[in-house]
């Protein structure tokens, strides 16, 4: 039979095959137990694994990743949740000094295998805090890994990855794709490398980089503009930190111009930082300048205004066009 | 049990051996052997002469910042005695005396604070965290790493340390109400030495005592007098036993006093009066075992004056290995970011090396 899942039930069954093959795992956060989350992405381990190694907590982030800290030092490999990315700052500090810093400062007598995983972005009509896009707050820290995945297969496969890395990976799932779509999902373990990019497409007009849900309206807006005889490469950067400078390079010095495409504010984003390592290591091949599509520098707006702040395939499609025929 | 009979809310300190080297309750002497109480005099020695001679090297230019510890060594090192080997201890930042209990070597230590991360890579056997800087963020870890070993089964403990000022902070409330819920063992050593910097202890808590929180997070409490080494000890050995019987966490509130600067680049002289420091002076945690052993016919002028030479002129020794020669190599500066080093820090790593190697030094 095959394995067709949504995003939500590959991340359950990656969760699930992981705890099987290694017992140091432990799962817990707020409503992550008993309920299996409140996007049930937990759903069921507790009643496989058992209260010890999937629980409950008081509601404190700060406490949620900071006993991580302590118990991935103890020899476990803690998976926490946060509920929503938008409640991770009072972790901030816990992320910060310590998570990201606990090799370094020890110079390699303790390390962290740990995740921290996190529904966040916005397009499910949700209340204030629910919505927003903070993986570039995150994958400035040295010492912190950023993934996000764009589909039920590389979900899977990515967290996977992140709990066997020995550091300490944030795993950010784009929430309004959690139920999205489904997709043929190998059975058992299979991981795809942190670090590395996925030419989704290859194209030979102009390179967009995507990743977490606008991947798939990126993909529409390729659609939009294949009857214009515009030929996209797409890149899904699946790990926001440390980035995979080597798969859009390669392909600006191909396409010669370069489009990104995030959820997340413009100013001082992850897009910013692809734009200057194109100019670092690509710009005599450069026809167009290198252009973002992002989220306002704006608060997300609440539910009546949220199709205005994300970026629409039409808008994806227009600003193709606009690269392709500066 | 002392818990019951010191509950915080009656704000009663327990001690045991006055200001004078007097033992208030015969009862209450701590099981400790001949060799036992000259090992923790000596090391309370060791722990001030080290920070004597760190603030001596600092004022002619050779070390850096430093954070002493004068006045709370009883509180640190009676603690801290209490725990095993295989016990874990996490530390905030002013701890030297437990550090040296727990084993860590003063090469590491000096390291650490003439500002090297080498001092912070403990030997391998030795259960201590680095330094915590933020303050009461070390807690959380305290709590997980006592939550991990119910979830493992094993028997060993965690000691924490916190000062005054960090009881105020949300990882307090946070870890020691994880640590109540999961029933961690766990046990928290608020080191209240009056001051945060400059900030007196009343204005952290209109609490009439610290030690008196445990009280809603549903873990007992006590108030000890924490220059007092024997209180210091049976209080933490009794937490001890708790944690590792089973019952959950303990909050140990030592009252002491920084008789010193919060660090080098702190001046206390602005914010408290000599009488104030004058009347702790009294309250020396070392002059008073020094006159119990004394009584006891343990030691003697002489002794004192011998152990005080040796440990200085090892204090000396340790610090000249490091001085001058501990600056950073390049590569470790970059070498344990991740396990592996990523392509950018790789790029960054040769870019530089080139650079200097092109003798633009």
Redesign the interface.
Same mark, same amino acid.
Do not use: C
């Given at each position: 039979m095959p394995n067709t899942l949504n995003m939500v039930q590959a991340i359950n069954q990656a969760l699930i095959e992981e705890m099987n093959s290694d017992e140091t795992i432990v799962v817990y956060g707020e409503d992550v137990g008993v309920e299996g989350g409140v996007f049930r992405v937990t759903a069921d381990l507790q009643k496989k694994y058992g209260e010890k190694r999937v629980f409950d907590t008081p509601l404190a982030e700060s406490a949620i990743v900071g006993t991580a800290v302590g118990m991935a030092i103890n020899g476990l490999r803690p998976i926490v949740e946060m509920q929503f990315s938008g409640f991770s700052y009072p972790a901030f500090n816990q992320i910060i000094s310590h998570v990201a810093r606990m090799r370094n400062r020890s110079r390699g007598k303790y390390n962290l295998p740990m995740v921290i995983r996190a529904p966040y972005g916005g397009g499910i009509r949700a209340l204030e805090h629910h919505s927003e896009s903070t993986e570039a707050l995150y994958a400035q820290i040295p010492g912190l890994k950023v993934v996000i995945p764009s589909t039920p297969y590389d979900a899977k496969g990515l967290l996977i990855s992140a709990i066997r890395d020995n550091d300490p990976v944030l795993f950010w799932e784009p929430k309004r794709i959690y139920r999205a779509f489904k997709q043929e999902v190998p059975e058992g373990t299979y991981e795809i490398p942190i670090g590395k990019a996925k030419i989704i497409q290859s194209g030979e007009d102009i390179t967009v980089v995507s990743w977490g849900a606008m991947v798939r309206d990126v993909q529409k807006a390729i659609e939009m503009v294949k009857v214009k005889d515009i030929s996209v490469e797409l890149i899904d950067l699946r790990t926001i930190a440390p980035m995979d400078r080597e798969s859009f390079i390669e392909s600006v010095k191909k396409t010669g111009r370069i489009l990104v495409v995030h959820e997340a504010p413009k100013t001082l984003g992850v897009g910013a930082e692809i734009i200057s390592i194109v100019n670092e290591k690509a710009f005599l091949y450069l026809e167009a300048p290198p252009t973002r599509l992002t989220g306002f520098d704006t608060t997300f707006p609440l539910p009546r205004g949220e199709q205005h702040y994300i970026p629409t395939p039409e808008r994806i499609a227009k600003t193709i066009e606009d690269v392709v025929r500066y | 049990m002392i818990f019951d009979e010191y509950n915080p809310l009656d704000n009663k300190i327990y001690q045991v051996l006055d200001e004078n080297g007097n033992l208030v309750n015969d009862k209450d002497q701590p099981n400790l052997s001949d060799d036992e109480l000259l090992y923790l005099f000596k090391t309370m020695l060791y722990e001030r002469t080290i920070d004597e001679k760190a603030l001596s090297y600092q004022r002619q230019g050779r070390m850096l910042t430093y954070a002493p510890n004068i006045g709370q060594e009883a509180a640190q090192i009676g603690s801290a005695y209490a725990i095993d080997k295989d016990d874990?201890l @996490?530390p905030a930042f002013r701890e030297l005396g437990a550090w040296l209990i727990k084993g860590v070597p003063l090469k590491n230590i000096y390291l650490y604070w003439y500002g090297n991360?080498?001092g #912070?890579? /403990?030997p &391998?056997d030795i259960k201590m !965290?680095?330094v #915590? @800087?933020?303050i009461a #963020?070390q !807690? *959380?870890?305290?709590?997980? +790493?006592?939550? $991990?070993?119910? +979830? %493992?089964g094993e028997k060993n403990v965690v000691m924490t340390y916190v000062g005054d000022g960090g009881t105020s902070h949300? &990882?307090f409330h946070? $870890?020691l109400? /994880?640590a109540a @819920?999961f029933n961690a063992p766990v046990i928290f050593i608020i080191q209240n030495n009056q001051y945060a910097i400059s900030t007196p202890r009343k204005v952290q808590t209109k609490s009439k005592n610290l030690a008196v929180k445990a009280i809603a997070y549903g873990m007992p409490g006590i108030l000890v007098d924490g220059n007092d080494l024997f209180a210091m000890y049976n209080a933490s050995k009794a937490a001890v036993e708790r944690a590792r019987n089973g019952e959950g966490p303990t909050l140990i509130e030592a009252f002491t006093y920084r008789l010193g600067a919060h660090t080098t680049s702190d001046d206390p002289t602005k914010y408290r009066e000599d009488k104030e420091v004058e009347e702790w002076k009294k309250k020396d945690p070392i002059l008073r075992l020094e006159l119990f052993l004394k009584n006891k016919g343990l030691i003697d002028d002489k002794w004192v004056e011998n152990t005080k030479a040796e440990l200085e002129k090892d204090v000396t020794a340790t610090f000249e290995e490091i001085e001058g020669k501990s600056d950073t190599e390049i590569d &470790?500066i970059f %070498? /344990?970011?991740?396990?592996k080093m990523?392509? *950018?820090l790789e790029e960054q790593l040769s870019e530089y090396k080139a650079f200097l190697e092109g003798g633009n030094k």
């Open positions: - | 874990w @996490v991360e080498w #912070s890579h /403990f &391998d !965290l680095p #915590s @800087v933020p #963020s !807690l *959380q870890h305290a709590t997980g +790493i006592g939550m $991990a070993n119910n +979830i %493992k949300g &990882d946070e $870890a109400n /994880f @819920v &470790d %070498k /344990f970011t991740y396990e990523t392509p *950018q």
